[in-house]
């Protein structure tokens, strides 16, 4: 195929199998080539296959805050949830060629930041509304944003200079919070949830842009996630963090120079590189869900499936456009490349789409990127979004969805692109898959925590001991305090669990180990992502109990044994009598 992008491609001796490593300056083909209907959603390239060319998160609802438990995103109550969005772009030129305000100069002061931050939120306020719009009878009912890039005269996150070095700490601190504090918050008022995109700068090796999972970025991604992961913005209920942007190629280990991606050595070193960012994170006691994007510009998920990360509340995130393999309008290449490339990962954690889009053009240049029509392209990946069942999904960004930007948000209608009238008419129509409520949590109290096949035994501190790294058994009920438990209350039906042998000590996951297995104890509470615990309702007064390290995880007898001694542990829950604890008001 004749690259359409890249012109050298087809002479670089690419495949089927691999992609360009190389990509266009952002900003200038942004600039350049501009769709119809607006703004480009996102600069995306993938070597898939050759190209070269209830209570609802909308407006005025709530948004509960949400965990990852098997291969699905649940809402406190359980229930299986699914969001859907629009990417919001971050500088001025994106959000209306620069007509609608000026990019901060001093992200320290709030005043200066006022402008970028009142159209963010008004954005915000148009895309999560209800209400009928543009002579129809509902609104855009989007449920998440996604923020992604800087007004930063390089792209990046303020306070990251050219050379991949965080140089100004105090601009840095400034976007945080007169950036992206207030902008979650207000996202939360209007019913939205907010997945930030990691984009700290980095130098290139030998300038080479497809080169871009450098140590120093690596060392770079875990420096910005510690900040944002110790800021207010940890633990903000309607907050998701999604570690970078379009990871393109990387080396089977630094320093090794084989650049490269689409092979099992490439999949396995990202998840090395990923892991230690991961760990930064809740390192910094953040439970936010994050996601994992994947190599070839987010469309390389295949090897995650053999080379899983850990760590607990992780998802994928994931990009698609229709010149992704060259599928554009052929559905059944879509639905290929869709089993091949996203699908072994979907079938194991939650996936967001957080670039897509598309609309049909003259194939010319950087828009042939999304040269597709709804009735091609648009309804064949809706349809692999919705097969698989635990695909949250974007479509565009705000200059790709409102037409007549320039003259300000007050003044833009409906936009004509094709995946813009695809995504108003779509939206509306997944409410049923909105969170809801916190509800059914048990109440402030004692309660004895006895397992449903063996009702004569409870959950005991082994020896009554009170004393920190004291073992959590089954025993036969004797009314002991080490036998009785206080929830105490923390919102969306989380808890920490005080013995009551033992003030300010509480059910601890030992090592807070987010895996199979992990043995509990009793610790000094501190607030610990491993020692606070999801109580979710099962009916009947029977309560599932999954450790907010890990949601996945549940309470669970060892080896489902029903013998008095037995130590309690964590592990995955799937439904059996000893995951299911019965709470009786002592």
């Known amino acids: ?68 438990s098997g291969r699905n995103l649940q809402d406190p109550n359980g229930k299986n949830v699914l969001l859907h969005g629009y990417m919001q772009a971050g500088a001025s030129w994106f959000n209306g060629e620069g007509h609608n305000y000026t ?62 070095n965080l140089s100004d700490m105090a601009q840095f601190n400034g976007y945080i919070n007169n950036i992206l504090v207030p902008y979650a918050q207000h996202c939360k008022q209007d019913g939205l949830y907010l997945i930030i995109t990691g984009t700290p700068s980095l130098i290139y090796p030998g300038g080479d842009t497809g080169k871009n999972m450098t140590q120093q970025y690596q060392q770079n991604l875990i420096t910005f996630w510690k900040a944002l992961a110790s800021s207010n913005l940890r633990g903000m209920d309607n907050v998701m963090f999604e570690i970078c942007n379009e990871p393109i190629t990387i080396e089977s280990s630094f320093g090794a120079g084989d650049w490269g991606s689409g092979q099992d050595k490439y999949w396995a070193a990202l998840t090395r590189f990923m892991q230690p960012i991961v760990d930064a994170i809740r390192g910094q006691n953040a439970d936010n869900i994050v996601w994992i994007p994947g190599l070839g510009y987010q469309g390389e998920y295949q090897g995650f499936a053999s080379h899983p990360l ?8 994931a990009h698609l456009y229709p010149a992704y393999g060259g599928v554009y309008d052929n559905q059944t290449a879509v639905n290929n490349l869709w089993n091949s490339n996203y699908k072994p990962a979907a079938d194991q954690l939650p996936m967001v789409i957080t670039e897509c889009w598309w609309n ?10 999304w040269n597709a029509s709804t009735a091609g392209f648009g309804n064949a990946v809706k349809s692999c979004y919705d097969n698989e069942g635990n695909v949250s999904y974007l479509v565009g960004m705000v200059g790709d969805l409102l037409a007549n ?182």
């Open 310 to 317: 850990t760590g607990g509340n992780l998802g994928y995130a």
């Open 103 to 164: 990019d901060p100069s001093d992200y320290s002061s709030s005043s200066n930041c006022a402008g970028m931050l009142n159209f963010y939120n008004g954005a915000a306020d148009i895309m999560s509304k209800t209400s009928g719009q543009y002579g129809y009878n509902h609104g855009w009912y989007s449920s998440f944003a996604r923020i992604c890039g800087n007004g930063t005269p390089n792209g990046q996150a303020p306070g990251w200079d050219n050379n991949g």
């Open 405 to 586: 930007l320039n003259s300000g948000l007050n003044a833009t209608t409906l936009s004509s692109g094709q995946g813009a009238t695809a995504a108003f008419s779509w939206w509306p129509q997944y409410t049923w898959a909105a969170p809801g409520n916190p509800a059914g949590g048990p109440a402030a109290g004692v309660y004895e925590v006895s397992p449903s096949d063996a009702t004569g035994l409870a959950m005991d501190v082994y020896g009554a001991s009170s004393a920190n790294g004291a073992r959590i058994d089954q025993w036969t009920w004797s009314t002991g305090s080490n036998q009785k438990w206080y929830f105490h209350p923390l919102g969306n039906n989380l808890y920490w669990l005080e013995p009551q042998n033992a003030t300010g000590k509480c059910l601890d996951v030992i090592n807070i180990n987010p895996s199979n297995g992990a043995g509990l104890q009793i610790y000094s509470y501190w607030g610990g992502l491993g020692q606070i615990w999801y109580a979710i309702n099962l009916g009947n007064g029977y309560y599932r109990l999954n450790t907010e390290i890990n949601p996945t995880e549940c309470l669970d007898q060892t080896g489902g044994s029903t013998s008095a001694g037995t130590y309690l542990q964590t592990y995955l829950y799937w439904g059996s009598s000893g995951q299911q604890w019965k709470l009786t008001a002592r």
């Open 1 to 68: 195929m004749i690259c359409k992008f890249f012109p050298s491609c087809s002479q670089k001796g690419y495949t089927s199998k691999n992609a360009p490593t190389t990509k266009p300056d952002t900003c200038r083909l942004r600039r350049e080539f501009r769709s119809a209907s607006g703004l480009l959603a996102g600069i995306t390239v993938v070597g898939l296959t050759l190209f070269c060319s209830s209570a609802r998160a909308y407006q005025g609802m709530p948004t509960p805050k949400l965990h990852v």
């Open 360 to 369: 049909p053009n003259n194939g010319q240049g950087y828009q042939n990127l």
